[in-house]
């Protein structure tokens, strides 16, 4: 099954790196320096920041459906991330490092199907829910903290 996972357009956050940090706190968004190597997952590059890069945390709508499943939650975003990951057929490498949780959902947001799956295993799981009719496109989230990871898209 061919698949594409697609990190989040940069466009969506440029503005805000010019605010000062009361002004981002006023939107609920806190600027952060990654401490370590990994634990900072950028949702635009798809990649864990390096110690020492700086980060926004901000609220985000990733499921922008109408209904009970849409949702909204916690991302980072590296300042350096100047263009949207686009993996086809593989599985970024920061992705096979974590639990995580996939979601499937009809073309009308709607869930169909739920897995948690090591990272490792992410591709098959994917396959699997492609091969159901009802299954649109996929989330993906880091399951431990529930964070959006990314959207999947047959291609």
């Known amino acids: 099954m061919a698949y594409r996972i697609t990190g989040?357009?940069?466009d969506l956050f440029t503005h805000l790196w010019a605010l000062d940090d009361a002004a981002?706190?006023?939107q609920s968004i806190?600027?952060?320096?990654?401490d370590k190597d990994r634990g900072f997952?950028?949702?635009v590059s798809l990649d864990d920041a390096r110690s020492g890069e700086t980060l926004l945390l901000l609220p985000f709508q990733?499921?922008?459906?109408?209904?009970?499943?849409r949702a909204s939650g916690p991302i980072f975003v590296r300042q350096q991330a100047t263009r949207a990951a686009v993996f086809e057929d593989r599985i970024p490498e920061a992705?096979?490092?974590r639990l995580l949780s996939v979601r499937a959902y009809d073309a009308d947001g709607w869930m169909q199907a739920a897995e948690v799956v090591e990272g490792t295993q992410l591709e098959p799981l994917i396959a699997s829910f492609f091969e159901r009719e009802d299954a649109a496109y996929l989330h993906v989230h880091n399951a431990r903290p529930g964070c959006f990871a990314a959207r999947v898209d047959r291609h």
């Not at 990733?62 to 499943?69: I, L, M, Q, S, T």
Request: charged content about 15%; glycine content about 8%.
């Open 8 to 10: 989040l357009s940069p």
């Open 24 to 26: 981002l706190a006023a």
């Open 30 to 34: 806190r600027r952060v320096v990654a």
């Open 41 to 43: 997952p950028c949702r």
């Open 62 to 69: 990733h499921h922008g459906a109408a209904g009970p499943y």
């Open 95 to 97: 992705f096979l490092r």
